[in-house]
């Protein structure tokens, strides 16, 4: 129930314009590939040369090496179904007449769909959840619930390769998973070959094998999702910086994009601030301080923390810990050289151990030197405080000596730039006030 | 299985429907061949018809000027009203389906604004041409409405595509371009200025024997050339590209669906001038009752076309008799109240579907 798919040469022009520029791939039989691009890279024409709905104006598509130029629409259809982007259908069909209709490629002209059809389209409605609407009109139906009668079609027409355009497009999140969790049921079990244009990155490296990236019609990369999702394809391809990463559940790439409204840290006129780091709770102190332009600096992190992936990204200086090592002589001196040049050092909410009480300790050295201290808090300390009180002890130490204590990054960008109206005191939460 | 027997039933209901629409034409033939400014009973037009068959006797006697009635005015008016009524109908679904569009009718890409071009153009000119017992009006009615047909589907063709929302629009255009012409002349018509208006809205006052011997091969051949292609018109509802990917071969079907739309059109038009409204409004009030698949819609509103045509033909020579009112104006009077009736009541229905 499988097919492989040559593309060779694969030329198209509108108007003079080349939108695939001599694509070349191949696709084994029971693949599952991804196709990647930015708006106009080439993904939808591709998939209507593929369908033969467009005639390329060079090159060939081959399915299992016969060229689809030589096929009638009819045998086409027998081995491949399609799911367009948009499904719009006006008319007043029942759920069943639609999935019914994949049907049309295999029987006769005046032959009525009998048992066998019926229980193909019921068994079909089954797998993508919808033949309790078998009798419903299309029309009174959700996005959703129209997509998965569009794909029981698809299933319905027994084709060895399936296209899908941007199927989760217009989808809410928990359809986009249930989508692809069913296509690749349908490559798994029934050995389908599936072709996906699919602009959600992350989507895609958590249900795909293979992806082709496509930029300005030709293929920049191809292969698994190591070779393929990176920040420099992305760059090409997409036109914006990205950080690459693995998703802490299930390991598959990630790629997110930061803001860029006031580019690196560095450079910028604000005043200096200095954050602890150590947690992903340092994170939106950090973004949210580096969009007011702030000079920032992080540390301690270890190269493997989210604030150190930060840091790198927008080139912000930070003091580098070890792995699982408890912060040396060295380190404690480099971290608080790198405080006092600040105006204010930040503790974010994060939890606090034997390994990194130090820094809190040298937020206390800075504290006594005459630099403003800012604690964020969205507990108490005392629950992420793993070093039997210690730490608690030292921000009530803190506290005690006029360090600022908000929930809110607001309110402390608020008083960085002295708008009297979030005045700190009115946010204290108890325990601290200004010295 | 419940599944199945939804299915079953709804196969079930679609027969009982088409017997019942089968039923009510009959039923609309019947009764109109013995309406009229003479009554004339039902066993005499049995009579009628026993009297041709071979081997039967007729059950009553019946005399020679209601048989010259019914067979040279009422049967001919009757059968090319039912042939022009199921032209229609099933033209305006094709086209209806074809442009995914519920506005079009039988009219839309041009082919009555051609024929009345034509069939004025003939009466200005008072040609005098004639050919197989067929006067100028005729021909050139016929001929107006196929060249608009074709100078639209030449017009819309990009490359080797007729693109349907091209087609649409040329055909609008064309029509337009051709209605401004058609009153051109009539603006100068002058003393045919009458004959022309009345050609233009209808009707069957000139029925005769020949004109059901053409118009019925027409519609026939028409009929069949879409009615095989209904399963490719379902799939076209969806659009071309899903078509396509359903394994259908569009354009060629296309070209089937325009010729033989066009053909029941022209000929409609050519024996009986414009009849507007069944072509609009039969085949949604079909979809309305039971679904959009032409397998279904296009027998069904062949037969509910035919019969309504019968039926208004029928009041419009009786409710001013012994003067006649154009059809057009009655279908449009009976149809559109219906219609709209069906509509809100439709409605309703929704209504009550998407709160469950």
Redesign the interface.
Known sequence: MSLNVTVHNLKMQYNAHPVLDGLEFDLQRGELLALLGANGAGKSTLL?CI???LEPTGGSVCLDGRDISNL???????Q???V?QE????????V???VL??R??HIR?FQKEG?RE?DIA?SAMEMTGV?HL????VT?LSGGEKQRVIIARAIC?QPKLLLLDEPTASLDIGYQYELLELAVRLNREKGITIIAAIHDLNLASQFFDRFILLSEGKVLAAGRAEEVITAENIKKSYGVPAVIFRHPLHGHLQVSIPKQQHGTGINKKGPAVHVIGGGSEALPVLDALRERGCKLSVGPVTAQDSGYQYASFYRIPLVEVPPFSPVSDEIYEAHLRMIREAVLVVVPPIPFGEGNLRNLQAVEQASREGIPVFILEEETSRERDYTGGQATAVISRLKKKGAFVTTDTDTMIAYLYGQDKYSPKEAETGGGNKG | MKRAMDWDKEKLRKKILLLFLGLLFVFAAASAVTTGAVPIGWQEVLAVIFERLPGCSPPVEISGVHREILIQMRLPRVLLAAAVGASLAVAGATFQGLFRNPMADPYVIGVSSGAALGAVFAMMTKSTFSMAGFGAVPLFAFAGGLSAILIVYYMARVGRVVPVMTLLLAGIAISAFLSALVSLLTYFAGEQLHQVVFWMMGGFSGASWLKVKVMIPYALVGYLSIQLFARELNAMLLGEETARHLGVETEKVKKFLLVGASLLVAAAVATSGVIGFIGLIVPHFIRLVAGPDHRFLLPASAFLGAGLLIGTDTLARTVMAPAELPVGIITAMVGAPLFIYLLKKRKKLRYFHSSE
């Open positions: 209507r369908s033969r709905v009638t629409a009819l045998e086409i259809a027998r491949m179904a399609v367009p499904g719009g259908v006006d008319f007043e069909f029942t069943q007449d639609i209709m994949g049309f490629p002209r048992e019926q019921l033949a078998a009798q419903r009109p009174t027409q």
